[in-house]
């Protein structure tokens, strides 16, 4: 389950934006290129924010599309299916690219909200 590795930066990046304060909830934005399961990923946010200020958070998870350019007719598109074919001609010569990014949107604080996006560390496993 290789979103345990990627909580684990999170809540690392989360702790580091609370100093001290509790976490009511984070917003992370990824991309379906990471192939990561809604449900596995909250489990793995939830486990990985034990004992720590994010303790209990919501989690929103936002997943972001692949670009999809076609080699044949040329038309672009976006989709939330890594193995995509063209929408228009149906054929599978496509250039698939973006959808790998895993970003810290925003954390909320218990009466305040922190804004921005930091980009989540990798886990080198």
Not at 28 to 38: D, E, L, P, S
Not at 47 to 53: I, K, N, V
Not at 109 to 118: H, I, V
Request: glycine content about 12%.
């Amino acid at each position: 389950m290789h979103e345990i590795g990627m909580c684990e930066g999170l809540v690392d990046l989360v702790r580091q934006h609370a100093d001290g304060r509790r976490v009511a909830g984070v917003r992370v934005r990824i991309g379906v290129r990471h192939a990561v399961v809604g449900e596995a990923f909250d489990q793995a946010f939830a486990f990985a924010a034990l004992g720590s200020a994010a303790e209990g958070a919501a989690l929103d998870l936002v997943v972001t599309p692949v670009t999809v350019d076609c080699g044949t007719c040329g038309h672009t598109s976006e989709s939330t299916d890594v193995l995509a074919v063209c929408p228009r001609c149906g054929d599978d010569d496509v250039d698939v690219h973006g959808g790998d990014e895993l970003v810290l949107e925003s954390v909320q604080f218990e009466g305040e909200t922190f804004e921005g996006e930091a980009d989540v560390p990798r886990d080198p496993r």
